[in-house]
């Protein structure tokens, strides 16, 4: 599972709507998943991009009582900076932004009307992720939004989705979540470009197979029908390049580490071996990789991840040569701040990637 923290411490008429726009999205994207042989794809934007960047800010708020936590809660996400943060980002080159609603912490970033009806206290009463998405638009970038499928959360909040452990395909969840999922999608609108699924494995308790691709595609393009999707099983870190579904518009492309400078295709399988891509999809899904940098997502299995400018430059080239795309995972502080060390690095592979190959790399 991908996990990262942000550096803080202990700190009837619906429903058949819902159903028809469900069933359009399954049956256009059953004939031709993602356009990928037409002359336009969803993801084109992504191929030809720059690079991107993902940040994970999750909060574990503190507290004696559920009262005590929801208020710590909105305290730290309204101290969050969203100009510095939105400067930072803008200064390295990237062309979009995958940021966090929410993980498992019970707690999500942004409010939301279908959860604050059933359970009010685990949302923010500022919308920090749709201020982040709307100035990233303004200024000509892309928002990703960034959600688990599954819900490894606390009791109550299992109880207002209706998850069930005992029920493998999910069914009494799936519809509750996608609803929380499109009251999202529906307040972000044209300011959210896509959508980042977590959690989408074959595993016993929500296994993959069972998932409800076509729906949860439904709730995301609710407010843009133009934003991408992708589901992440693990990705290259599992050594599986084919991607969890042919709907999904992009590539999870979760990658741990590198081995020679190349993906550790198969991280988890103590085994790695070196890969890249050779084309820009893969059944028809844009390739894309997603790479943690001064940063983890296994913890203290395999400690934060640094390389020089000429490995991350290399990889890039390589990826962008054959139409693919690469996202850089950095830190992040409980206030919104990059390390300036990571943006600065950030700053030169843009610049290198945009001047022309020469013989040694920075």
Not at 237 to 263: A, F
Request: proline fraction near 7%.
């Amino acid at each position: 599972m991908h996990r990262a923290a942000c550096g803080r411490k202990p700190v009837t008429l619906m429903c058949g709507l819902i159903l028809i726009t469900v069933t359009a999205v399954r049956a256009a994207e059953t004939k031709h998943p993602n356009a990928a042989t037409t002359d336009k794809h969803r993801a084109d934007w992504m191929s030809k991009g720059s690079f991107g960047l993902m940040v994970h800010y999750l909060i574990s708020p503190v507290g004696n009582s559920p009262a005590e936590k929801t208020a710590d809660f909105n305290r730290t996400v309204d101290a969050f900076d969203v100009p510095g943060f939105v400067r930072q980002f803008s200064s390295t080159g990237a062309d979009w932004l995958i940021f966090t609603i929410g993980q498992n912490t019970g707690y999500y970033n942004s409010p939301n009307s279908f959860l604050d009806a059933k359970l009010p206290g685990h949302t923010s009463h500022r919308d920090l992720v749709g201020e982040i998405a709307t100035q990233l638009k303004s200024s000509g970038k892309r928002f990703i939004a960034y959600m688990p499928a599954e819900l490894a959360a606390p009791a109550d909040l299992h109880e207002a989705f209706g998850w069930r452990a005992d029920d493998p395909k999910q069914a009494a969840f799936q519809p509750n979540y996608q609803a929380f999922v499109r009251a999202f999608s529906l307040q972000y609108g044209s300011n959210c470009d896509g959508w980042w699924f977590d959690g989408c494995y074959e595993w016993p308790v929500f296994p993959s197979k069972y998932l409800d691709f076509a729906g949860y595609i439904a709730a995301a393009r609710a407010g843009n029908p133009n934003a991408i999707t992708a589901f992440n099983d693990g990705a290259f870190c599992t050594g599986k390049v084919k991607p969890v579904t042919p709907l999904e518009d992009y590539h999870p492309g979760e990658i741990h580490t590198l081995v020679d400078g190349q993906v550790a295709l198969g991280w988890w399988q103590n085994n790695p071996k070196p890969y890249l891509p050779d084309s820009r999809f893969v059944d028809g899904v844009q390739w894309h990789g997603l790479l943690p940098v001064d940063s983890t997502f296994c913890g203290p299995a395999l400690p934060d991840q640094h390389y020089d400018d000429a490995t991350l430059v290399k990889l890039l080239r390589a990826v962008k040569s054959v139409g693919g795309a690469m996202t850089f995972n950095l830190p992040i502080g409980i206030g919104g701040a990059m390390p300036e060390t990571s943006v600065a690095q950030m700053q030169r592979v843009s610049k290198a990637i945009v001047a022309p190959a020469a013989g040694n790399e920075p």
